[in-house]
């Protein structure tokens, strides 16, 4: 433990991380069946995560920029709008 060969510093939160195995530490060679099926579960769970995220953010700005007075299917012009025979969903 000299000034030889320094030992690695975890930050604090290293070990309460959700990170299953980092990429360069550990290949998925080393994986058994159950652990590799575990990463891949987990993969494709945070992936449909972050696409739902991003659904829910490209609704947020769809909805901000259909907020106009003139183009909602509601209110006191939905009659100009053609009433209920719309052909496009809003």
Do not use: F
């Amino acid at each position: 433990a000299g000034p030889e060969s320094p030992q690695p510093q975890e930050p604090s939160g290293a070990r309460n991380c959700r990170q299953l195995a980092r990429r360069d530490e550990m290949g998925i060679q080393n994986l058994g069946s159950q652990q590799r099926h575990a990463l891949v579960v987990a993969t494709k769970r945070s992936q449909k995560e972050e696409a739902m995220a991003k659904r829910a953010k490209e609704w947020t700005y769809a909805r901000k920029a259909n907020d106009q007075k003139h183009d909602q299917n509601y209110g006191a012009l939905a009659w100009a709008k053609g009433g209920l025979h719309n052909l496009l969903p809003r």
